[in-house]
């Protein structure tokens, strides 16, 4: 008796260290996936579809019956791509300093901008474009060192086995369903939306899934599990945002910026007006400065900006969009030390403002959105500060330490000269603080100082 219950015991500690390594070991594999992601910084995301024939919301138009599902489609007689030219805008998102760029391969109104074979709902097959758009895109990314980033909506408003909430006409004639007949309808879609995930997978072999509509079904529905367990085997290195349910690799806040610093690796996707797609009588576009003041926020709180551009039907940039892009780029270029090397800043409290690390910990950069007055302050910091400049101009800052009392390790504030005004971004200026060694910060409420000097 006392044998087997001994034996048992082992067995239920050999098991509970075995749970133990496993988790530990999908934990170093999501830290080597996800290494490039978490610096990336900047990524580009791309709506391109029907729905800017007419310039109206992407899909959502049918599903709110803006539109019949009819008139939504008939967009795609115009979607030419004439002046498709993904080497070009892979060369501007490389040089605005982009590392990787997400484009929508098929959004929830299920057409595919690639060459699918299991529905004709394609533009291969439906527009004047009739060739396969993917393919150039990924080969021009590919060739511009960026990252290939596919978005795949996995609700579709189309198919004939996927339920909608709009009057819709029968789509089964886009759909070769051959020896599936006798399948339930749901099954039918499981095996058609995989199915256009392994075609995605063995073509473009991508190194981001941007899923999206998850809501719209539960994991169960999806089969979510399987689904992320296949995109691994298929590519051991896949990283796949936060819409697979609970299999994703990282957070996607939308639109609206985290106010309180997320936890894990985490992107914030944001139009520039207030449409994905492109939408020529939406001009409220965000200004200049507010596009790179949230840039400046999202990577201060080690995130990154998935920025969204939506080119025309002909697959040029609109003006607006292209202008918003280089100056973002213009503003990264000037402060590359405190974009690409360094990660999020300094907890609350010690500086009025964002600020970023640098990753051997040794310098510090505070962002200014507003021109300073009278002199700019730093607290907690117990390090010993070496030199301290703009970048940019490379003006050089004196300061001077007040306060606080050293000998009890209680740092004083660094009060820190005003740069000239010529030395100031027109955006945001960052000021660079070399420490003589690894950061060390004070992060007490404060005490009595028992021994004085
Ligand atoms: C939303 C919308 C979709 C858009 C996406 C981008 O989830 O459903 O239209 O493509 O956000 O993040």
Not at 122 to 148: F, H, I, M, Q, S
Not at 174 to 194: C, I, N, T
Request: net charge positive.
């Amino acid at each position: 008796m006392i044998n087997k219950l001994k034996f048992k015991f082992f067995i239920f500690i050999i098991l509970i260290f075995s749970g133990i390594a496993s988790a530990q070991t999908k934990n170093i594999e999501s830290d080597i996936r996800l290494d490039w992601f978490k610096n990336a910084k900047l990524g580009i995301f791309i709506h391109w579809g029907y729905y800017g024939v007419n310039g109206i919301t992407e899909s959502w138009s049918m599903y709110h019956k803006k539109v019949s599902y009819q008139d939504y489609m008939q967009q795609g007689e115009k979607f030419a791509a004439n002046k498709y030219n993904p080497e070009e805008w892979a060369e501007l998102f490389k040089k605005i300093g982009a590392q990787y760029v997400v484009m929508t391969t098929k959004h929830h109104d299920g057409v595919a901008l690639w060459d699918t074979k299991l529905s004709h709902l394609n533009v291969v097959d439906k527009t004047p474009a009739k060739r396969d758009l993917v393919t150039p895109y990924v080969k021009a990314l590919r060739e511009n060192g960026l990252k290939v980033g596919l978005y795949y909506s996995l609700c579709d408003w189309s198919h004939p086995d996927y339920d909608v909430v709009f009057p819709r006409p029968n789509t089964k004639k886009d759909y070769p369903q051959k020896g599936q007949k006798k399948m339930a309808s749901w099954e039918r879609f499981v095996l058609f939306y995989q199915g256009q995930l392994r075609e995605l997978s063995s073509q473009f072999n991508p190194d981001l899934y941007w899923f999206d509509g998850d809501w719209e079904k539960s994991e169960e529905q999806w089969r979510s599990k399987a689904l992320k367990d296949s995109l691994l085997n298929w590519n051991p290195n896949i990283i796949v945002n936060s819409r697979l349910n609970q299999y994703g690799d990282y957070k996607t806040p939308e639109q609206g910026i985290p106010v309180v610093r997320p936890d894990g690796p985490w992107e914030f996707c944001m139009t520039m007006n207030d449409n994905w797609g492109y939408y020529p009588s939406d001009t409220n576009y965000k200004p200049i400065s507010q596009i790179i003041r949230t840039f400046v926020e999202v990577i201060s709180n080690g995130g990154n900006l998935l920025l969204n551009i939506g080119p025309k039907p002909d697959g040029t940039i609109a003006k607006e969009q292209k202008e918003r892009l280089e100056s973002l780029g213009l503003w990264i270029n000037k402060h590359q030390p405190a974009v690409f090397e360094t990660t999020a800043g300094l907890p609350y409290g010690h500086f009025y403002g964002p600020t970023l690390v640098s990753k051997d910990r040794k310098k510090i950069y505070l962002c200014l959105f507003d021109d300073p007055k009278n002199y700019i302050q730093l607290k907690g910091i117990q390090n010993k500060v070496t030199s301290i400049k703009i970048l940019g101009s490379n003006e050089k800052l004196t300061f001077k330490r007040n306060g606080g009392a050293a000998w009890n390790n209680i740092p004083g504030i660094l009060r820190i000269a005003v740069p000239k005004g010529e030395s100031l971004d027109k955006y945001v200026s960052i000021i660079e603080i070399s420490l003589e060694d690894e950061l060390e910060l004070y992060r007490g409420h404060g005490n009595a100082v028992e021994l004085n000097d």
